[in-house]
């Protein structure tokens, strides 16, 4: 069977194909029917402290996609329980950003919604000897809890009766104390093996505005608390999180059985890191509070609005997490990966069009002053049905300063003194003479000849040279700004740092490169913004909505090489 090693190299990024263990679980609970016939539901639950990156784009894929294919549902649930560091802006963004990577949720849901259920919930604890009051500080918390390697110790607290635990809890919610002077407790076990089953705190007291309760509450429940029972309320059968919740299963579990609630079931997997990128909505909160970079937006971030700015699809974001898969131990994929998917996707449906970055002007001296040919241009060759578009040829055109040399270094086979290139979709040239700055002595024009005989397409344009290069007609050229991105952080896992510094000493000082001059076929004119294209040659495009009447400003979404699949076909041979 004839395989196409470029996409057949890496895994499948169908959703139906990859082996994945999360969808095996769903299919063993289908089939023992774990939960009756229920139908699948699940829910992704982003805190609203951020905007989201591409590692929530492996959860929400999971989330929904997993739904999707088992018939199920899956909800859109906002953990909103630090009231201090939530916002609408970023609610907002996250719903923006979900529906962007092509999913609906069934069900929309705030975890404070569930204030009054959990707050009931919590007073029926007490009532059953399973939660308590506690008046010990924090630090004193810390230390009675022990360590990995020594058991903690109980609070003197730890004994109250039901009553005063009651009354001061209900006191607690009325706003009668301080920030920080009590929390409600689980009675669990100080000398648990798993820290988070040493009588975790339920509920801390903090007089906070909330962004949907206002002033209403002023004690709210930890995750731990909220996430389990949300999850029982919303009866989620596959509550799907990273592995760092590995250790709080115990305690999501314990909750739902001391209240006798629908039995969620929480399953783990690996969060998504890439090399060269950080994916901390903290640490890229701060890249944008200390202005590293120009908002959570810019194309530099990986967060899902950056890299949409820079030109990537959903599309390849998805086949690219399908791609990936999941695992039960954390790993580090290669930036060149995801890099690979949007290359793959753009290949088959960007128009192509001629751009010249660094342009070089070149003049065709036996060509006709004046005269005007409309070139016929394929749109994209990997798909016929885009069809053709015309393209001005004239006189005087602009090349890339990097296609032409004076003096061509060993294997350089584009245009040179005495040596012949094809110009795409035109003739066959050849470079006669070169004009220089009398000061600096750069070359600042090219001349060269074209020969008739050799138009694209014509019957007698079979004459083979070694090199073609694009161009775009000094006349009708467009001009255009256009931004190169490098990684953001100049090291492979830039969370490893020098003592004493950042990690924003990591960043790479030469992430943006501004090229304010390149010169664009006129079709570009009208592109706006967020539409994509190859510029032949040197990868592909999106344009900017920074772009104005007259200047257009594009994204190099990513150059045209693909590193991928090169490592993953020298690991296959
Ligand atoms: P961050 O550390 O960036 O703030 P978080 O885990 O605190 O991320 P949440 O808003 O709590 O972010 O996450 C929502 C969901 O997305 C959770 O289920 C979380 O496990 C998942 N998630 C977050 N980061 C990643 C990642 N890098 N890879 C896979 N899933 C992730
Ligand atoms: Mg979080």
Redesign the pocket.
């Known amino acids: 069977m004839a395989t196409n090693t470029k996409t057949d190299a890496v895994a499948p990024a169908v959703p139906g194909t990859a082996s994945n263990f999360l969808r095996d679980k769903i299919v063993e609970d289908l089939k023992t029917k774990k939960y009756g016939d229920a139908v699948i539901q699940t829910r ?7 905007y ?5 784009a ?3 894929c999971l ?1 929904f996609g997993l739904a999707d294919e088992f018939a199920g549902r899956t909800n859109l649930r906002f ?1 909103d329980t630090n009231p201090e560091k939530e916002e609408q802006e970023y609610v907002d963004s996250i719903m923006a950003d979900v529906r962007w990577l092509g999913f609906e949720w069934d069900g929309l849901y705030y975890a404070s919604d569930y204030f009054d259920q959990l707050y009931e919930w919590a007073i029926k604890l007490i009532k059953d000897g399973k939660a308590y009051v506690d008046d010990l500080t924090a630090d004193e918390i810390r230390e009675y809890r022990g360590t990995l390697t020594e058991s903690g110790r109980e609070s003197p607290y730890r004994n109250r009766t039901v009553e005063e635990n009651l009354d001061l809890f209900t006191r607690m919610a009325k706003g009668e104390f301080p920030d920080g002077s009590r929390v409600l407790r689980a009675k669990i076990d100080m000398a648990s093996p798993n820290m988070n089953m040493r009588d975790p705190v339920m509920y801390r007291i903090l007089h906070a505005s909330h962004h949907r309760t206002g002033d209403k509450w002023c004690i709210y429940p930890m995750y731990d608390y909220a996430h389990g029972q949300s999850d029982s309320i919303e009866r989620v059968t596959h509550s ?3 592995l ?2 590995t250790d709080h299963q115990p305690l999501y579990r314990w909750y739902i059985e001391q209240l006798g609630i629908f039995p969620s079931q929480q399953i783990e ?5 890439l090399t060269y990128t950080l ?4 640490r ?1 909160l701060q890249l944008v509070n200390e202005g590293h970079v120009r908002g959570w937006d810019d194309p530099r971030m990986p967060t899902i609005c950056g890299i949409r700015r820079r030109g990537y699809t959903p599309e390849a974001i998805r086949n690219f997490v399908w791609a990936v898969g999941v695992s039960r131990t954390n790993g580090i994929v290669d930036l060149a990966m995801l890099e690979h998917f949007v290359r793959e996707d753009l290949n088959k449906r960007a128009p192509r069009a001629m751009a010249v970055l660094r342009p070089l002007k070149v003049v065709i001296d036996n060509y006709p002053e004046g005269q005007v040919e409309e070139l016929d241009a394929i749109n994209n060759p990997e798909d016929p049905s885009a069809g053709t578009r015309k393209v001005p040829f004239s006189r005087e055109l602009y090349i890339e300063q990097d296609d032409f040399r004076e003096v061509p270094p060993p294997k350089y086979f584009r245009l040179s003194p005495g040596r012949e290139v094809r110009l795409r979709y035109a003739y066959i040239v050849k470079c006669t003479n070169v004009v220089k700055d009398e000061k600096t002595g750069e070359v600042v024009e090219v001349h060269i000849t074209y020969d008739p005989e050799t138009r694209s397409g014509s019957a007698s344009a079979n004459r083979k040279v070694k090199s073609t290069i694009h161009w775009v007609s000094a006349a009708h050229a467009v001009n255009a700004e256009v931004r190169l991105y490098d990684t953001l952080f100049s090291k492979e896992d830039p969370s490893q740092v020098e003592a004493g510094k950042d990690f924003t000493s990591n960043l790479n000082p030469n992430s943006l490169e501004m090229v304010s001059d390149a010169k664009l076929e006129p079709s570009l004119a009208s592109a706006v913004p967020g539409s994509r294209c190859q510029f032949e040659r040197l990868g592909y495009f999106c344009v900017d909505p920074d772009s104005v009447a007259g200047k257009s400003v594009f994204n190099r979404t990513v150059a045209l090489k693909d590193t991928w699949a090169k490592i993953v076909s020298k690991a296959g041979s």
């Open positions: 992704f639950p982003p805190e609203p402290n951020g989201l990156h591409i590692g929530h492996k959860a929400i989330d953990d799907m999180c990273t760092e919740f997997f690996d969060r998504l890191n994916l901390s909505k903290r890229l």
